[in-house]
């Protein structure tokens, strides 16, 4: 358990099913206790920039927030290490080094009985920058929060850390694992690299590669809030 004054922030959206089941898991084993804020995003193709950002406001007045995945955890100590990181140095920190995928199997074994042995062999991808991240305010206000002109999936959290290291605070990193447990995917899901989603927001991620000086970064970044560019 961490200082309770920090918010974890949680982009949600209800499935009525595994999902539902792994994050009611989450808040017993991992969460129990802490100030956590779900941030909802309901309608549509799911747009996890608005739902994070929705958190953030409710959460209101915070100088630390942590920013977890619905269906992905790390060791406490592990979380504790990034959160005392930030703190440190006022940067953006990944909260592990390598996503570790839990496969389907063992998901229903977690949900069925409590934690388990995780087998070595699965798959792993290292240096993400999703899933479990801990973000000062400062860095947060400096990049208006989640780009909300992406939606569906893709490439919001590669924009989020990307516009932290051109705008001069790039995200540090603490090594160790996050586990991704197993969920039904939709067939949309499946299909996704091909969809047209997710070349708009390949398009979009291709706009923050091209912005590399601070001011092309903050042009990019003034945006990110559509209902307050809209209104």
Same mark, same amino acid.
């Given at each position: 358990?961490?200082?309770?004054? %920090?918010?974890?922030? +949680?982009?949600? *959206?209800?499935?009525? =099913? ?13 969460? !129990? ?23 953030? $406001? ?28 930030? *703190? ?11 996503? %570790?995928?839990?496969?389907?199997? $063992?998901? &229903?074994?977690?949900? #069925? ?12 991808? $290292? ?25 569906? !999936?893709?490439? $919001? ?8 290291? +051109? ?5 540090? *990193?603490?090594?160790?694992? +996050? ?8 067939? #949309? ?14 398009? &979009?991620?291709?706009?923050?590669? =091209? ?6 970064? &903050?042009? %990019? ?7 307050? +560019?809209?209104?």
């Amino acid at each position: 358990m961490f200082d309770l004054d %920090i918010p974890v922030l +949680v982009p949600r *959206r209800a499935d009525h =099913g595994r999902r539902d089941k792994i994050w009611a898991q989450l808040c017993e084993r991992v969460w !129990w206790g802490q100030n956590v804020i779900e941030g909802h995003h309901e309608g549509g193709l799911f747009n996890r920039s608005a739902a994070l950002n929705t958190a953030a $406001e409710i959460a209101d007045d915070w100088d630390f927030a942590v920013i977890a995945d619905a269906d992905s955890f790390v060791p406490a100590g592990q979380l504790a290490g990034a959160i005392s990181l930030a *703190r440190r140095t006022g940067h953006m920190v990944i909260a592990h080094s390598r996503w %570790i995928n839990v496969e389907l199997d $063992e998901t &229903r074994q977690i949900l #069925e009985h409590g934690w388990i042995e995780y087998r070595d062999h699965r798959m792993m991808l $290292e240096f993400t920058v999703s899933s479990m991240l801990v973000v000062p305010r400062t860095v947060w206000d400096l990049v208006h929060g989640f780009d909300e002109r992406f939606s569906g !999936w893709g490439c $919001e959290d590669r924009a989020f850390a990307r516009a932290c290291k +051109v705008l001069d605070a790039p995200p540090l *990193r603490i090594d160790g694992p +996050v586990f991704h447990l197993a969920h039904d995917r939709p067939v #949309e899901d499946v299909k996704r690299r091909r969809s047209a989603a997710f070349l708009r927001n390949e398009r &979009r991620w291709q706009q923050y590669l =091209g912005a590399r000086t601070a001011d092309a970064m &903050r042009a %990019i970044v003034a945006g990110n809030r559509v209902a307050e +560019v809209a209104a």
